[in-house]
């Protein structure tokens, strides 16, 4: 999927307040803003999902989304959490980047079939188009999420 094909316009869903927004993919880069909270629609920071909020965030979004299964007992997920902080200021806007918390999130854990953790999924309109599993330093991180997208 090209995003940024001219004259395209994308649905992008608000980190803070979970509202649709229509962005021209020409101004993914102006750092645009939410039209009902007035927010900055991209944070350089992974959105913290809630299992009610999952769905907007990722069936309807334009934008390939990166999801970060993860829970808070497990270690590896933690010392994975910076690498994936970083790789959000690197991939956004092109890229929204996710954390669901398997244990508060465990119907959307199920039907993702995650069995293990940390395990991370590229979404494409809900679609799963490609998924990897453990901790791995930044460049191979980037590196999996760009040749998947």
Known sequence: MDIEAPGRTLNVACPHCHTANRVPAHRLGDAPTCGTCSQPLFR???VELAEADFERHVARSDLPVVVDFWAP????????APVFERAARELEPQVRLVKLNTDEAQAIAAKF???GIPMFAILEQ?????RIAGAMNLARFVEWVRANI
């Not at 007992?73 to 994975?80: D, F, L, N």
């Open 73 to 80: 007992w497990c270690g590896p997920c933690r010392a994975m």
């Open 44 to 46: 350089g920071h992974p």
């Open 113 to 115: 079939d995650i069995r």
């Open 126 to 130: 809900g679609r799963e188009v490609a």
